[in-house]
């Protein structure tokens, strides 16, 4: 098969990583790719919303499935694309249609899901910058801490937790009145506050059948401790020590199966990853948000782990047979650390030459921001470079990852010396 990775994060490198080891493979492309998948793939400097530059390369190239990384193309309907063009509807898309991916585009819609379904969630309300005074009198009726929700996508960013009922309503007016985040929140979703520990569970669905993937946990938080900013992610651990057998039963029955069975019902079609943001409250499994697509960096935690074909489940996603095959997972844990730019998650330089990365041993260093610019390595983005490792516990797999992060070096390199701290 001819695959096309679109996308330039750590997911896709690690995408592209486990795809290249199948024997079904035969070329691989990622676009537009970044300095780790040009080691394995061909790079195409294609923009991933640049529907007309895809089918052109899809079509040039004999692509025969495009596997999406991020959401952007999703909720714009690169699915639906494929499908309603006579030259395209043979390759499969792995990811679901715009319909179903409203799921991550709307926070409202995917509350309104999660109600109509009876799947374990926060109470909340939505509110538009016609409703602020409600939006300001509801806020009152919680306890503290607030949590507000940019109903669009704001990049990881769209979400606000703060203690004081002042600064809250100040928040409220900000995204609403004053557009913080854009069109994101041009509406705005007020839910209660679930106290508890976080955790992610990814499904691949071929809209009908199920396989459930490794549970991973990632650490938001730029600080140590958990403190200070939200990131895309500063590190994750897999598996989730406190997700027991008892508690990922609850998770499958009461979260997972009405899941599927809810996009049945709703007519959503849905081929691809869904990544259930979940809280833990007391021992109970509650939905804090949908993605349309496999996190980052949980990727790079959970598809080390597979020991199944990957591009034989893809398939298998693509055809409707997931019920068909066994998925083989590794017993050993994984853990990965995210090297990011200075700066990160506000204002940081870019071209950092990135040193030390042949050093690196028993881990995998997954690329995220990094491209190549005159025959070096050099930093691109925020999250730069994910090191992840195997071990038979965590504190192993995180021990060997911290030992390889010294080897490497940019400019103003950060990274959470905690990640695993509170397991």
């Known amino acids: 098969m001819n695959i ?47 529907f007309e530059a895809i089918k052109e390369l899809a079509l040039q190239k004999a692509i025969d499935m495009v596997v999406v990384g991020p959401e952007d193309p999703l909720v714009q309907g690169i699915h639906d694309f494929f499908l309603n063009d006579e030259a395209l509807k043979h390759i499969a898309v792995i990811g679901p249609q715009k319909a179903a991916a409203t799921l991550e585009g709307s926070k409202e819609f995917a509350k309104e899901f999660l109600f109509r379904h009876n799947i374990p969630t926060a109470a909340y309300e939505s509110f538009t910058p ?18 507000l929700k940019a109903d669009g996508l704001a990049a990881g960013k769209g979400v606000v937790i703060l203690n004081d009922l002042d600064k809250a309503k100040a928040e409220l007016k900000s995204m609403l009145v004053d557009a913080k985040f854009g069109q994101a929140s041009t509406k705005v979703v007020i839910e209660e506050f679930l106290d508890g520990i976080e955790l992610s569970c990814f499904v691949l669905t071929d809209g009908e059948n199920y396989k459930i993937l490794p549970t991973a946990k990632d650490y938001k938080r730029i600080g140590e401790g958990d403190t200070g900013l939200n ?7 897999s598996p989730v020590p406190f997700a027991t057998d008892e508690f990922l039963s609850k998770i499958e029955e009461r979260i997972v199966k009405p899941t599927i069975e809810g996009f049945q019902k709703d007519k959503l079609p849905y081929v691809g990853f869904v990544f259930i943001g979940l809280i833990k409250v007391g021992n109970d499994p509650k939905v804090i948000e949908y993605n349309v697509r496999m996190g980052d960096p949980e990727t790079e935690v959970v598809l080390p782990r597979l020991k199944s074909d990957f591009v034989e489940i893809l398939q298998a996603m693509a055809k ?15 853990t990965t650390i995210m090297l990011v730019s200075g700066g ?4 940081y330089e870019k071209g950092k030459e990135i040193s030390g990365i042949e050093n690196i041993q028993d881990s995998i260093p997954f690329h995220a921001g990094a491209t190549i610019k005159d025959g070096k390595v050099v930093t691109s983005g925020g999250r730069v470079m994910a090191i992840t490792s195997y071990g038979d516990s965590y504190q192993e797999a995180i021990k060997k990852s911290y030992q390889n992060i010294e080897k490497l070096h940019f400019d103003k390199m950060y990274f959470r010396k905690d990640i695993g701290f509170d397991l």
């Open 4 to 50: 096309l990775i679109l996308g330039s994060g750590g997911r896709e490198h690690t995408f592209a990583w486990k795809i290249a080891q199948s024997p079904r493979c035969k070329n691989l492309y990622v676009a537009p790719g970044n300095s780790g998948t040009s080691k394995i793939a061909t790079n195409v400097n294609i923009s991933v919303t640049d």
């Open 344 to 347: 990160y998650p506000e204002a």
């Open 130 to 147: 016609e409703t602020v005074e409600k939006g300001y009198a509801f806020l009152e009726t919680l306890n503290p801490p607030y949590v």
């Open 231 to 237: 990131t895309g992610g500063m590190g994750a651990v």
């Open 320 to 334: 409707g047979t997931l019920d068909k095959i066994n998925i083989e997972i590794d017993k050993r844990a994984a």
